[in-house]
Each structure stands twice: as C-alpha cells, then as structure tokens.
C-alpha cells in the first residue's frame, strides 16, 4: 500500500520552513525522500534507515520514527530553489537484492520570493 | 561520466503500436526498474530486474514487457495492449541493496504520448 504524504501541497515565503509527512501503514526499515522539478527526474535528497540517525546536510533534514510507522522532512529558511514536488519511498523489509521502493503521492512545494 | 540515460526523451505514437524505450547505464549497477509517471501523481512501478536475465512485475506491469539480456540495458516496450500509455516514465538503478545506505538513481526520463 502506498505511503500517505501531507500536506498535498503549500505554498511558502522564502526564508519559511516546511515540514512534509510520510505515513506507511507497514513498519518500514527504510525511507528515501527525492525532490523533482517539473518534468524533470527525481533528485536523491537522503535515506534514512532503521535503527540510524536523523540525517541532514545544509538546512534540509529528515527524521524517522519506527514506532510510528513514518518519517518527516524539515526544509529551513526556504529557498526559491526548494520549489518542487517531495516524494517519500519507503521500504519495509530489508530483502538482500531485492530493494523495491514504494512511493508516496508526493507533496508540491511552491517558494515565492 | 556516470549516468543513466534514457531515449528519446518525447515520443509519440500512434494508438495500436508497439513501442520501445530505451535505458542505459554506466554505473556498474545490478538492479533497474521501470517507473510511470501520471500528471500530478507519484511513481508507479512497472517491472525491475535484480540481475541479468531476470525480472519481477511491479504494481502495474500489464501492457508492458520488459527483457533485460546485459546488466547495463533494461528496455521497456509499451505494446498495444496498454490502454492508457500517456505518460512520463521514469527508469532507475541502484546496487540493490539498502542495507549498504544505497538508494535509486533516475534517468531524466521519456514523455511518450499516443495520438
């Protein structure tokens, strides 16, 4: 079953913050989120894995909470180039060769200067 | 440069034709996969091979084949029998494992749409 996201959609300051939400309602081992521009390919932003830590690099970071089946992603003081669609993958088993991501609806992310 | 690559990136055809779309990559992965894409929704999984000569359906494989016979080419055909083929497809790779923190990297994809 795919992973809900929220908010569908926001629209945002620069210099705002914005959390995005990933529900699964399996235990998940695993969450990747990407960011992708109109009709272009979704970017890598960052995995988060069971049992590890909260990740982040510059003002974008992401936390996962096991027991709650979900993960979320902080984007700080937005930049006009945060503007996009946030998708979530999530995986719920660790399957050795077998890593098949199932994406979230996405949330669409508008920065206005 | 590593990459994947896909082509041609806009394609159309007429209703009741096969078509085929192209994938490659130079980045040494075992796993590929094929993604839809509809206006203003996620991605959906077609087909995803973890090694050369095999491959799983995905959620929504009916009216695609895939074949995968070199660890670098995993091309997907569209046959006839889809019956609704507009869209923007996506294929991937990874190293297949996400144990090692590894993740799926994108091709910057192929708009098809049938006239």
């Known amino acids: 079953q795919q992973p809900v996201q929220s908010p569908q959609a926001v629209i945002l300051r620069e210099g705002e913050d914005a959390v995005i939400n990933c529900s699964s309602s399996k235990a998940l081992y695993s969450v990747h989120w990407y960011r992708q521009k109109h009709g272009e390919a979704p970017v890598f932003l960052m995995i988060l894995l069971k049992g590890g830590e909260q990740k982040g690099h510059d003002k974008i970071s992401a936390s996962f909470n096991e027991k709650k089946q979900q993960s979320s992603l902080y984007l700080t003081a937005s930049q006009l180039s945060y503007s996009g669609t946030y998708f979530c993958?999530?995986?719920?088993?660790?399957?050795?060769?077998?890593?098949?991501?199932?994406f979230g609806t996405g949330t669409r992310l508008t920065i206005i200067p | 440069d590593g990459g994947i690559t896909q082509s041609p990136k806009y394609l159309f055809r007429k209703e009741g034709q096969n078509v085929t779309l192209s994938c490659e990559q130079n980045l040494n992965h075992d796993a590929m996969y094929w993604y839809r894409q509809d206006p203003g929704q996620g991605l959906r999984l077609i087909y995803y091979?973890?090694?050369?000569?095999?491959?799983q359906k995905g959620d929504i494989a009916e009216g695609y084949s895939v074949s995968r016979e070199k660890k670098e080419s995993f091309p997907l055909t569209v046959t006839s029998a889809q019956k609704n083929p507009t869209a923007f497809y996506l294929c991937a790779s990874s190293t297949g494992l996400v144990i090692s923190g590894d993740t799926q990297y994108f091709g910057p994809g192929t708009r098809l749409t049938v006239l």
């Open positions: 091979s973890q090694i050369v000569n095999d491959f």
């Open positions: 993958g999530t995986e719920s088993r660790p399957n050795f060769g077998n890593e098949k991501l199932t």
